[in-house]
């Protein structure tokens, strides 16, 4: 498991917004990094809530024992119907997957991931330097009706893109 930059986290921790209580972060991983820590952290500390959804054999491992109780961890099998029972319930989701889950099939994960999305939530991804997906994020994420697209350059393995998901729109 690689460590993500503690620099370019504090970073990337600011666009979760500390304005509003009760917010909702889903986390999506390939377990191949360690943001899951930093996430727990921030939502343990804003008193928000975070669910954890796994795709590697075995759950990950925390540097800390887990004593929040506003946190799930969950297996998740990617080609499911849906990734949630309930629709609209996240204001950020958090994808860190590697470039070739991702690629396979990227436009139905899309779609699984606005139908989670509250309106106007923000979907941000940690895509390898480099990679298939990378290159066509942009595209992609406008056809799925996520707008408002930017890359921040924060850590030296990751591009980090995020994305709104746009008002009004209905699947």
């Known amino acids: 498991m690689k460590r993500v930059e503690k620099s370019g986290v504090d970073m990337l921790m600011q666009i979760v917004s500390n304005h509003y209580p009760n917010q909702q972060i889903l986390h999506i991983t390939d377990c191949s990094n360690d943001l899951h820590d930093y996430l727990i952290e921030l939502a343990k500390e804003r008193n928000y809530e975070y669910d954890l959804k796994y795709?590697?054999?075995?759950?990950?491992?925390?540097?800390?024992?887990?004593?929040?109780?506003?946190?799930?961890?969950?297996?998740?099998?990617?080609?499911?119907?849906?990734?949630?029972?309930?629709?609209?319930?996240?204001?950020?989701?958090?994808?860190?997957?590697?470039?070739?889950?991702?690629?396979?099939?990227l436009e139905e994960f899309l779609k699984k991931i606005y139908r989670l999305m509250k309106n106007s939530g923000i979907v941000v991804f940690l895509l390898?330097?480099?990679?298939?997906?990378?290159?066509?994020?942009?595209?992609?994420?406008?056809?799925?009706?996520?707008?408002?697209?930017?890359?921040?350059?924060?850590?030296?393995?990751?591009?980090?893109?995020?994305?709104?998901?746009m008002h009004g729109w209905h699947r």
Not at 66 to 79: G, K
Not at 136 to 149: C, M, N, P, R, S
């Open 55 to 105: 795709i590697c054999d075995d759950e990950p491992g925390f540097s800390k024992e887990i004593t929040y109780d506003r946190c799930r961890v969950q297996r998740l099998d990617l080609a499911a119907k849906a990734y949630n029972r309930h629709a609209r319930l996240y204001e950020y989701a958090f994808i860190t997957i590697g470039d070739d889950l991702l690629s396979e099939n």
């Open 128 to 165: 390898e330097k480099g990679g298939v997906v990378e290159k066509t994020i942009d595209k992609d994420l406008e056809d799925g009706y996520f707008v408002a697209t930017s890359h921040i350059d924060i850590f030296k393995e990751y591009d980090v893109v995020n994305a709104r998901k």
